[in-house]
């Protein structure tokens, strides 16, 4: 166990619960961590997850039957975020210990230790090509790395804050990140240049994400609203409530219709992108959830908690 581990984290032998009634659309629940589950995410098959946990362990599943494939080791302390490559060979993790690590999701085994950072990195996000990989620091800087090599390639820097969240638009040509800033900022990636800064109305943005056809940008944060931006200009189209507190991951589905989000709130809510509309509320965890990711087919929303659990619910 790392210092960090050992000085903040929460090893109880057992982790006391509330009772809350399932949502009837929940499909399986997945457990494994030993402690708070902070990422996870889907294969571009939608028939795996890889997750990220407090407990320092990234962990492999298989969607299906629920069963872990792999748990793999090697960050000295919590493991912030995952992703998983558009081709499905390889899965990325940040950490607090300021590392990110490229693993081979075959054999469970690390390939690429990145070292760069100085403090946690909080966002890895691979490029739609699946050749670059995208981190994010509490040091105000994201940094670009060659997925083959491991090898830094760029570093972008503007922020004058923490950054909690950098994602690709599909087009693999801009970025956009955000932190404890009032802004997002939009990234040109070949040029490495801020070509943007859009107001969030929120002194804390947790994620922001690009829509699938990239004309649209959503955000949560510190406010718990869930907003909708046109991406070229910037104008909130739509100010998403129904969260009690901080908003901490948001994602569209693959049509672009429908958004998923989660919050300190314990809370899983499906949104309608065109109009607005709440229009389901999944229950089920007992403690803030972290992580929220909506399967390639469309079918199936992952979300991961402090409560140890990862949920697989129905889109309804």
């Known amino acids: ?18 009772q809350v009634r399932e949502d009837e659309n929940l499909i399986r629940t997945l457990e494994g961590h030993q402690d708070r589950v902070l990422g996870v995410r889907f ?16 962990m ?22 995952v992703d998983y490559s558009p081709n499905g060979d390889r899965v990325a993790s940040g950490s607090t210990d300021s590392t990110v690590r490229i693993w081979d999701p075959a054999s469970g085994k690390c390939v690429h230790l990145c070292k760069g950072h100085d403090t946690a990195v909080r966002m890895v996000a691979f490029s739609p090509d699946g050749k670059t990989l995208a981190s994010c620091s ?48 939009i990234w040109d990636v070949a040029s490495g240049k801020n070509t943007a800064s859009y107001a ?6 947790h994620t922001a994400c690009f829509s699938p056809d990239d004309s649209l940008i959503a955000l949560c944060g510190r406010d718990a609203k869930v907003k909708i931006l046109d991406a070229a200009s910037g104008e909130i ?31 899983v809510i499906l ?39 990862i949920k697989l619910w129905k889109l309804v």
């Open 60 to 81: 492999l599943w298989d969607v299906a039957t629920g069963a872990p494939l792999h748990t793999m080791s090697g960050h000295d302390t919590w493991v912030e975020c």
């Open 138 to 185: 509490r040091d105000t800087l994201i940094k670009l790395w060659d997925v083959e090599t491991g090898r830094e390639l760029k570093t972008l820097s503007g922020h004058v804050s923490y950054i909690e969240c950098v994602a690709w638009s599909n087009d693999g040509k801009r970025l956009v990140s955000c932190g404890e800033e009032t802004v997002i900022r």
């Open 271 to 309: 949104w309608d992108v065109v109009t607005g509309r709440l229009i389901h509320t999944y229950r089920g965890h007992v403690l803030e959830v972290q992580s929220v990711d909506i399967s390639p087919d469309g079918t199936t929303i992952v979300s991961s908690s402090d409560d140890r659990k």
């Open 237 to 267: 189209k739509h100010t998403l409530e129904g969260h009690d507190d901080g908003a901490r991951s948001v994602c569209f589905s693959p049509d672009g219709t429908k958004a998923a989000s989660v919050a300190n709130d314990e809370k």
């Open 43 to 58: 294969s571009p098959d939608g028939k795996k997850l890889v997750s990220g946990s407090f407990d320092e362990k990234v």
């Open 1 to 18: 166990m790392g210092f960090l581990s050992k000085l903040f984290g929460k090893k109880e032998v057992e982790l006391k619960r509330p």
């Open 200 to 205: 969030t109305g929120d002194s804390l943005s």
